[in-house]
Each structure stands twice: as structure tokens, then as C-alpha cells.
């Protein structure tokens, strides 16, 4: 499945990849890596571009012309810079008539090789006015000016060594101009437009520095909190759910409903059904009632089975829902089974049960809070990452190309489709659909603005990593490489080791980087 989709300008302009045959983004990582945990959940795209000048393609609408080095040329060429918006530069080339030349006897001496020319014995020299005649003007004048093309491009982007980004290189003057204007004897001028790696202005001026960092962290990943609630849970999964016969429902309960709720409008006749409100069938826990509508376990408290209870409520603004938030609803609410569990005693005796290899009540609960003392932290090293990420973005002007937002665009798309097929069932059809172009191009488009600030971050965080002169141990990447090979191999996936090891490189890099930030920033925890 190939999803990079290279755009070309109207006409017939000449357009360079550098790699034709790019690899998707499944070959960059291996589907749930059995390392390099730390910076993965946030971990900007890789932006790991460099033009390499020797290798690259030229197309028209005739043929493609290769060539792996550079040939020597009789004459020097003439390069012109102009920087131009969105980290682009222009080289204006101009070839002179010597080299014009010598690329034209090139032409003829490979057509003498290869035309079979009425007359004449394979590989008897043909006078040139009769082999031209024979295989056409038109036709040498194109492969001479290919020919030109080939030989002095590497010459031209000898000096974006390292600067150029990959792919991005295009020619801007559409080949029949080319044509119109070669004429033996004569120089030829083209012009080619490249993306360049863009800079990064802090604002102000090494921002990164003593950062003031404000965490928002959940009340719910509080260790003593959810390890009480999951030693609740495991007891409860000891019990028996007994029917209700005698009374209405309880906090401790499990209940059966049916739920829908319709709008609430001065005109009633534009009231609406709420379809992401109704369920048939909700098994619901009274012991969760905090992840529920406010207002809503209260207002179903005493319903016996089979009665049906309405009642208004309002969805809070802060509801994940957007189209949701601030609504005024009305609910109907039938109470169809009614339960209560019957626990067993929570003692020493149900140590084994409730976590294998413990023998007392207390040791269930230190270990319990202890994994989650563990959860607990790594999630405040993420929220305090993705806070710091979130503020450097802020703190960077980055020029950023089109070529390079439409690659890293691309990769974050193919990852979710990668994601998409391992939970979701496709058939050809459909993984054609989400593969076209306009698939594609929506998914640029709605997430512009997230695109673009990851590569912001992922420039931000590769700035600071020379700045402060960071470095990882090559055991660390050599071990991690190793690790990430044998998860592809694992999962029979294709890899490029030479991918794998830029993008362990740059996780390791930004690993480096936000330990070095949380060391040298003034982080304040706020809990919700």
C-alpha cells in the first residue's frame, strides 16, 4: 500500500524523487514495540530527511533517466540561490554550450549503439546526419536535453548537500519550454525549486531554558485511590449477584436499563432524540456513578423492576461530547432486572484469590498500591511531557515546507490505518477507499494544525539536543535497534534496518532531551 503520493505540477514538468519506491510507514516501527516506551505516546514524526544529490530520478512525459554518481563535465555550470517563502529555494542553472554539447555526442554515440539503421551492420558507424534523420530530431533533442538534465542536477544540488529535504526537489521549467529553447550550439538555462530542512527561532532566545511548567493531572490516576478501587473491584468478582425482590435500587447495586432521552425546547414541536444517549440493555455499576451525566444516579435511586422513571438533566460543558455539552435533556429511564452482590467476608482467607502469591489481606494491599505507585508515576512523567512538548511548540517558529507536512501527514496516516486494520475488519474495497487520494487529502486537512505543531515539537526537541550537546550510549541504540528488528520479525513485517535505526535514534535523542527538560524545569502538579 503506497500512500505517499507525489504531486506534480501542471504540464509536463520534470519532477525528482529521490525514492520512488518510498517505503510506507509500516516499515518505520514495529506495531507495539517491546521497548523505547518513553517519548513514543507523543513522539513527534520522524523528520529524518537529507537529499542525497547522487541519487535521484528525472520524469518526463517521455521517458526516466537514472544515475547513481555524478559524471565529470567539460565546463562549469552556472548555480543562482534565491530563498524563497516556506523554506523553498530556487536555483536558477545555467548550462553552457560546451556541456550542452558534449551531453548531444553522449546521446548520439548511445543511439548509434542501439538503432537499427537500414543499410548499416549492428555496430558499423553511422554518419550522423543519417542516423538523425532515421530516429528523428524530436527524439535527440529530447534525450539531449534529459541527458543535460541527468549529468548537471547533481551538480547544481551538490551545494544543498544536507539541507535539502528528500523528495522535494522539482523542476520548474516545464520540459517543452526545454525544447523550444535547446538549439545546438547554445546554452540552456532551467529552474529547480527544493524544500530546505527548516530553522527553528526560539522566541525568546533559548525559551527551552528553565521552563515554568504547569501538570494538569486526573484525581484518577491517584495511586492510593485506584488501588482501593481495584482491590473493590477483585472482591467484587468473588461474589454472587442476587435478585432484588424487596425494595428499590441502592447505592452497591447492579442494574439493567433501558435509556433514551429526547431535547428539551420551548417549542416543543422541535423536540430531537439524543441517539449517543439511548441504550437498551445498560448494565450499570451504582458504584460508578461518578462517569456517568451528573444528576443522573441520584435521579434513579429507589426505581424498582419494571417501573420507568423520567427526569430533565443538563450535560455538563465540559462533556466529552461536544455536540452534546450544555444540552438540556429529558430522560426515560426503565429499570429492567435489579441486583445485589453477595460478597464474601474481605479477609486473609481471600488473599490467594485476590492476588495470587500473597498470603495476607495486607500483603494484597501493598503490592496493589505498589503497582499502582508505579502507574501512577509514569503517568505523571507523560502528562508533564506532553505539558513540556505543548509549550515548546509555542516557544518556535518553524518555516515548515509543504513537502515535509504532507510526509509526516502521510506516516500519521498510514499509522491509522495500520491501527484500523488490526481492529477492524476491511475488505479490499474498502482499504482502496481509505488509501486514495481524497481519503488522504481530508485527513491533511482536518489535522493541519496537529500535524504542524508536531513537527514543530519534533524540530524543537532535535534543536535542543545539539544546543545542550546531548548524548545516548550506541549500547543503548544498538540494543534497541536489535529490539525493534526482532519485534518486526516477530510479527513478519518488512523493515528497513537503516529506517529503524534513524528512528530509534531520534526516540532516543527526544528521550535524552525531555529527561534533560524535567531535570532543568520548574514543573507544578495541579490535580483535577
Not at 491 to 509: F, H, P
Request: charged letters at 25%; a negative charge.
Amino acid at each position: 500500500m503506497e500512500l505517499c503520493l507525489t504531486a506534480i505540477n501542471g504540464g509536463s514538468t520534470a519532477v525528482l524523487n529521490s525514492n520512488p519506491s518510498r517505503s510506507s510507514p509500516s516499515l518505520l516501527l514495529p506495531k507495539n514495540p517491546s521497548s523505547l516506551q518513553l517519548y513514543t505516546s507523543r513522539r513527534p514524526p520522524s523528520l529524518s530527511r537529507q537529499f542525497h544529490p547522487l541519487q535521484f530520478a528525472v520524469s518526463s512525459s517521455s521517458s526516466t533517466a537514472t544515475t547513481s554518481e555524478i559524471d565529470q563535465l567539460p565546463a562549469d555550470i552556472s548555480v543562482t540561490e534565491t530563498q524563497q517563502p516556506n523554506s523553498r529555494v530556487k536555483l536558477s542553472i545555467q548550462v553552457p554550450p560546451e556541456v550542452c554539447d558534449d551531453c548531444y555526442k553522449k546521446v548520439i554515440v548511445e543511439f548509434m549503439k542501439q538503432a537499427k539503421v537500414p543499410g548499416f551492420r549492428p555496430g558499423k558507424r553511422v554518419p550522423e546526419s543519417i542516423l538523425v534523420s532515421y530516429v528523428g530530431k524530436k527524439s535527440v533533442d529530447k534525450a539531449t536535453i534529459e541527458s543535460i538534465l541527468r549529468r548537471t542536477l547533481p551538480h547544481a544540488m551538490s551545494s544543498m548537500t544536507g539541507t535539502a529535504l528528500t523528495d522535494s526537489v522539482s523542476i520548474l521549467t516545464k520540459f517543452s519550454e526545454l525544447e523550444q529553447a535547446y538549439s545546438s550550439g547554445t546554452s540552456l538555462r532551467y529552474d529547480v525549486i527544493v524544500d530546505v530542512a527548516p530553522e527553528v527561532k526560539w522566541i525568546p532566545e533559548n525559551g527551552y531554558k528553565n521552563l515554568k511548567v504547569t501538570v494538569e493531572i486526573d484525581s484518577d490516576i491517584d495511586a492510593q485511590k485506584v488501588s482501593e478501587q481495584e482491590l473493590r473491584r477483585r472482591h467484587k468478582s468473588l461474589g454472587a449477584l442476587r435478585i432484588v425482590t424487596d425494595r428499590g435500587l441502592q447505592v452497591g447495586d447492579l442494574v439493567v436499563l433501558d435509556i433514551s432521552a429526547t431535547t428539551i425546547n420551548q417549542d416543543e414541536s422541535n423536540v430531537q432524540n439524543i441517539p449517543s444517549a439511548e441504550s437498551k440493555g445498560y448494565h450499570f455499576d451504582t458504584e460508578d456513578g461518578d462517569k456517568l451525566i451528573p444528576g443522573f444516579l441520584d435521579s434513579i435511586i429507589g426505581i424498582q423492576r419494571g417501573e420507568t422513571k423520567s427526569f430533565p438533566l443538563v450535560f455538563p460543558e465540559s462533556w466529552a461530547q461536544e455536540n452534546l455539552q450544555g444540552i438540556h435533556a429529558q430522560f426515560n429511564v426503565e429499570c429492567k432486572e435489579l441486583f445485589y452482590r453477595d460478597l464474601p467476608e474481605l479477609d486473609d482467607s481471600l488473599a490467594p484469590k485476590l492476588l495470587p502469591g500473597c498470603t495476607t489481606l495486607e500483603q494484597v494491599k501493598e503490592s496493589l498500591l505498589q503497582k499502582c505507585q508505579e502507574l501512577e508515576q509514569t503517568a505523571r512523567e507523560q502528562a508533564a511531557d506532553n505539558a513540556i512538548l505543548d509549550q515548546l511548540c509555542k516557544m518556535v517558529e518553524v518555516d515548515i515546507p509543504q513537502s515535509l507536512f504532507e510526509e509526516q501527514g502521510r506516516q500519521l496516516y498510514g499509522a491509522k490505518l495500520l491501527e484500523i486494520q488490526a481492529n477492524v475488519k476491511i475488505n479490499e474495497e474498502q482499504l482502496a477507499t481509505l488509501s486514495g487520494k481524497k481519503a488522504v487529502d481530508e485527513y491533511l486537512l482536518h489535522q493541519k494544525e496537529n500535524i504542524m505543531n508536531m513537527i514543530k515539537q519534533s524540530m524543537a526537541v532535535g534543536d535542543i539536543f545539539k544546543r545542550e550537546k546531548l548524548q545516548f550510549s550506541t549500547d543503548d541504540l544498538v540494543k534497541e535497534v536489535e529490539n525493534s528488528i526482532a519485534e518486526f520479525k516477530r510479527q513478519k513485517q518488512d523493515y528497513d534496518e537503516e529506517r529503524v535505526k534513524g528512528q530509534v535514534q531520534e526516540i532516543l535523542e527526544g528521550a535524552k532531551v525531555l529527561e534533560w527538560l524535567r531535570e532543568h524545569s520548574e514543573i507544578q502538579y495541579i490535580t483535577n
